[in-house]
């Protein structure tokens, strides 16, 4: 980037569905904390905007009134049927603001993000709102960064019914795609041809009944003026059938303007020399204190406490999407004749749980697990497991390898998305690599791989050398924001 480029100061509005600390579920929720961060230590001024849910604690993050009375029209025919909510504001003490869109039916009375029958109504206010707000708004984005399906609606919005609203006809748009697979209520797979959204239709009134048959990943996709997906790898996947979730055509037509900018993680966080919850904190000059941290994981989850036991772990939801099943195919006959440890952390899909629960109760000693979310073990279980699992049958980016690296922690992924694109394969021949690659999914391929970690353990210098390039790989969100501040430049300048 040049520098009479970085001269401009930008302002930046993202609108998404989560983000950390206020309301989080996944890796979007701590994107949207750590890359708005990022950008504004470029010197932009750079907010969001997000529903104010009833699980927010606002003892801890006051809000006052921004702008009260906004309004989403209900039906067409009865431009007086209006839907009312406010925009309220938390600054934070580093004064990085905060907007939420207050609505008690649909957002301040669900302690849940997702999962509510009528998600796409409540996904449409948001979209809706936010555009209200910014016409009102005496502050207004040169640029919005709307995520995931959730949001999608609001480059169409601006695109076609407000494009020649004086207030809002300059704003740039950028969709990023955190995840292609969800796009809406219904599963796009079992959606006819015929009542597929095609994404070109008039945006319905809130109390339509097509508005459930919406798809807004598609919308966003056509109407924004750039799409950025998280990692380039994914970018290439997802322009072909096996990756696409049918939405590979319209991805192929607007290839021109889809781009793949790899996350980062937060640094500061996940720091082995100074995070508090460790049992001994580390640097990369002493991965020896790693062990203390082992017995202290392995006791925690009621395993033989041993520090030279090799242990696994996973961190993570337990999902189709995150290739559980691949584990669960395998690792009984990997425990049966090889001798190492597994602790799993996560909550998810009913028939997973069952299945690791039992496994304690087969392998007592040797598996444990946690089956609930945690924001403090997964450190701890980096700081102490030897190998982290990361199987996935498909990632847009993930988080886990890169935090997992950074604590010496090795992972073991499947070659795919941002898997692919930030961990590169094991070749002690050379010195080079930082974790166990595996291309196919299928039970093969990935139990060859837990063979080849297994085996690589027992090679104490080689594979000290391992965690040494892995903590020393360099993941901060720097790169990745400039390059978004790049992408809001350009779409600025058309
Ligand atoms: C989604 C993706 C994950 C990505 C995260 C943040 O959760 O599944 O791969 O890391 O979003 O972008």
Redesign the pocket.
Known sequence: MNNRSTKKTLNILFVAAEAAPFAKV???G??MNALPTAMRKMHHDVRLLMPKYASIDIQKYPMELEIGNIRVATEQEDPQGLLVSNIVKHTARDKSVTYFLENMEYFEKRANVYGYIDDTARWLLLSRASIEFIKRSSWKPDVIIASDWETGFIPNLIKTEHKDDIELRHIKTIFCI??LRNQGTFDATFVTEIEADSGQSILPPFFSPTIKKLNGMRRGILFADAIVT?SPTYVKEILSPQYGEHLEGVLKERRDHLFGIL?GINTKLFNPSTDPLLKTRYSVREISQRKSNKTAIQSRFGLEENPDAMLFGYVGRLDE?KGLSLIQETIKPLLNNLNFQLVLMGTGERVFKKFFKELVGQYPGRVGVHLEYSDTLPRMIFAGADVTLIPSRF?????VQMEAMRYGSIPLVRKT??LADSVSEYQPDNDSGTGFVFEEYNQYAFLIAMVRAYESYRNKREWDKLIKRAMKKSFSWESSAEKYIELCMNVIKK
């Open positions: 996944g890796g979007l701590e994107v955190h995840n998280v996350n999407q990632e847009p980016c993930g988080l998305g941002g």
